[in-house]
């Protein structure tokens, strides 16, 4: 396949961009850019999704019409992917004159097809969400989002036949098993399948109700449900159905995460197969971005800024931690000690130092020239093995959008390549006068690292052009050469003898944890944010020390009164429920023999069933700040030890009072 079309969601106008739309939009600028390096011709879309009834609600409270608001927001998400270095070809947006156009040509081509009927129906309406419940999603009578009670509608609309073609779909997701990946998605998407619970699809709302949005062809008095609307993104966009972008890229593979499984899953497959047009090639899915283990809400104050994120610690670290750190599928936590630890460790002690310490012997021993290889022995022959069998994982896992792995593989490589400058000692070779053997080390080292930097392109795209040019190599249009991966990979070769290289390499200069932790920050009152906040140093006030340091992943010693001002108590746990708003939180009610039971929420709810845990005692900080989570308040901390996806609770060896001081 020669052509490659990436999409993100479009996003919805009502809010400002943040860590999480940021995320999608770096992975899929990322592996648009993978695929260039690949050699092939790559399309890459994004925009914004801005119709419905949510939409001129926010217009009004800014006092603005619903056209001046989303061009407002939208303009923000436009300048935010301009300053991440995001190289999209095109932005779309649900209120071009072009997509209305191709939705309403799509709808009356269903319609004619005869997969589009008028019908009554009476539903439980979510406003917030724009959509009918059945009574069997409710809970407790209430929409699962929003805890508040639908309003029960009844009145006509027109309904797509969706239901006519979840068989096909059924047997073509298990014909397809990369169809939706990870598996778990796949598996998620076959069970509502299996459910019965699906019907078909009311895709029209009432003008009477909503007029924010495109008009039905064939009824003048309904517009068009914004997903069947926004969905038509991803076509609209390459001119379906004769525009030449169309004709060469669709079908292209998506991106999303778990919240929109449903729509791209189910509707948007049925919607393409009842229009007789090809099914897109993949959906990957991805897990949430949280913060302390709570997702992430202006309410709750921890909303991630990506572009002050992007500023503070260097654009292309920020992208390296967000793909490398989260495993496509799964939900992780940002926290900016976790951003630093792997900038520390992986950029500036493995890649940083590599690229320095080679650089600076290529100077010391050779005048900066790449010096003329010998023959190899069995290390150099066993790197050059390596570096082949890297390059291959990576570029295997990446296209896989198994991102963390694919930059471990590559990863391994890099720690080998300082492992070898070690055990082969240039140094002492040099002392020793043995030069040709001494050239044949540096000579593996910079082949090796040139490699190393056009992998990183798709990822790194600045600091692998640096890296390029420090090597000596001339770069056209921002990127190496293309198709640079295949070629690259086999052939353990690529620079020539007596090139002029770079003297120094100061990729990345190890930093220091920043006093302000958003995730911390937002666990603290507002008051002593703000205190802090005027007495913290700016980052870019802190000198960069040396690079050759270890990474900084021990936490500095503190003073025992510190520790000593901890209140740690032992409790056991009386009650133990779901938090009604949040998936992952458990609220819990312990006795710490304190008189009345104490609230904590605690992160428990993916580890422990309730059940599991009422009856056994637990160890806890009890004079944290109190601290609101998602409407409920939490009096303290309950201690747990965690190792990979793996956590246990911290408890006694015995029974203890409650109460009993932990020291
Ligand atoms: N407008 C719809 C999508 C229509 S696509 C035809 C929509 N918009 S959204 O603004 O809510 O964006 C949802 C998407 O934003 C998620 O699927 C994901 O790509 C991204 N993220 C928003 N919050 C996120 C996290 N906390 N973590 C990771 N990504 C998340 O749904």
Same mark, same amino acid.
């Given at each position: ?139 407790? @009578? ?65 003008? %009477? ?23 038509? =993104? ?13 004709? &060469? ?8 995460? +778990? ?6 899953? #189910? ?8 229009? @007789? ?6 959906? =990957?899915?991805? @897990? ?23 500023? %503070? ?35 500036? =002690? ?51 959008? &198994? ?19 070690? %055990? ?8 020793? @006068? ?17 490699? #190393? ?16 040019? &420090?090597?000596?190599? %001339? ?37 220091? +944890?920043?006093? +302000? ?46 520790? +000593? ?99």
């Amino acid at each position: 396949m020669k052509s490659y079309f990436i999409t993100t969601p479009i996003y919805y106008v009502n809010a400002n961009p943040h860590l999480g739309h940021a995320y999608t939009t770096i992975v899929a600028d990322s592996l648009a850019r993978f695929h260039r390096l690949m050699g092939k011709s790559t399309f890459f879309l994004t925009g914004t999704d801005e119709h419905g009834d949510k939409i001129v609600q926010a217009a009004e409270k800014q006092g603005q019409s619903p056209q001046e608001f989303v061009d407002t927001i939208s303009g923000r998400f436009q300048a935010l992917w301009l300053s991440l270095g995001i190289a999209n070809n095109r932005f779309v947006r649900t209120t071009d004159a072009e997509h209305k156009l191709t939705v309403q040509a799509f709808l009356q081509k269903v319609y004619d097809a005869g997969d589009i009927y008028f019908g009554e129906f009476g539903g439980h309406y979510c406003y917030g969400c724009e959509r009918f419940y059945t009574e069997k999603e409710l809970e407790n @009578g209430l929409c699962p989002q929003h805890l508040t009670r639908p309003e029960f509608i009844s009145e006509k609309n027109y309904f797509f036949r969706m239901s006519k073609y979840l068989p096909w779909l059924r047997e073509h997701i298990q014909a397809n098993p990369d169809f939706i990946r990870p598996e778990r998605y796949r598996n998620e998407v076959l069970a509502m399948l299996e459910s019965g619970g699906l019907e078909d699809l009311c895709i029209s709302r009432p003008k %009477s109700r909503l007029t924010w949005g495109i008009e039905l062809p064939f009824d003048s008095d309904y517009v068009c449900y914004v997903w069947f609307d926004a969905l038509l =993104n991803y076509i609209s966009a390459l001119g379906w159905p004769n525009g030449e972008e169309y004709l &060469q890229f669709w079908p292209g593979e998506h991106l999303v995460a +778990k919240d929109i499984l449903k729509p791209h899953a #189910v509707f948007w497959p049925t919607m393409l197969k009842a229009a @007789g047009l090809p099914l897109y090639s993949h959906l =990957n899915v991805h @897990g949430y971005w949280l913060v302390r283990d709570t997702k992430m809400s202006k309410s709750l104050g921890n909303v991630v800024d990506p572009l002050q994120m992007g500023q %503070s610690y260097g654009l292309d670290a920020f992208r390296y931690f967000l793909l490398r750190e989260m495993h496509f599928g799964a939900d992780a936590s940002f926290s900016e000690e976790s951003l630093v630890g792997r900038i520390n460790a992986d950029l500036a =002690n493995d890649l940083g130092n590599l690229f320095s310490r080679v650089l600076a012997m290529t100077a010391k021993y050779f005048g900066s020239l790449v010096p003329q290889g010998a023959a190899f022995d069995k290390d150099d022959t066993a790197i050059c093995e390596l570096c082949a069998v890297a390059m291959r994982n990576y570029a295997q896992l990446f296209s896989h959008v &198994q991102f963390a792995q694919a930059l471990e593989s590559l990863w391994e490589l890099v720690r080998a390549l300082n492992k070898y400058v070690d %055990s082969q000692a240039p140094w002492t070779l040099y002392k020793q @006068g043995n030069m040709e053997r001494l050239a044949t080390v540096i000579h593996v080292l910079l082949t090796a690292m040139r490699k #190393v930097a056009i992998c990183l392109w798709p990822v790194m795209p600045e600091v692998s052009v640096r890296m390029l040019e &420090q090597l000596g190599q %001339s770069v056209s249009d921002g990127m190496p050469p293309v198709p640079a991966l295949e070629v690259e990979m086999d052939d353990f070769a690529g620079l020539e003898p007596g090139l002029k290289i770079a003297a120094t390499s100061n990729l990345f200069p190890r930093i220091e +944890k920043k006093d +302000k932790d958003v995730a911390a920050d937002a666990a603290r009152p507002k008051k002593e944010k703000d205190k802090s906040r005027k007495q913290s140093s700016s980052l870019s006030d802190t000198p960069a020390p040396e690079q050759k340091e270890q990474p900084d992943t021990v936490p500095p010693p503190i003073d025992f009164e510190h520790f +000593k001002a901890l209140d740690l108590r032992v409790g056991t746990v009386v009650t133990a429920e779901k938090h009604p708003n949040a998936d992952r939180i458990l609220r819990l009610e312990i006795d710490f023999g304190e008189g009345k039971l104490r609230q904590i929420l605690s992160g428990l709810a993916e580890h422990f069933a309730p059940e599991e845990i009422v009856g056994r005692q637990v160890c806890a900080v009890l004079n944290l700040p109190p601290r609101k989570i998602r409407g409920l308040m939490s009096h303290g901390m309950v201690l747990t030890a965690q190792s990979g996806e793996t956590l246990r609770l911290l408890t006694v060896s015995a029974p203890l009072p409650n109460g009993g001081e932990i020291a």
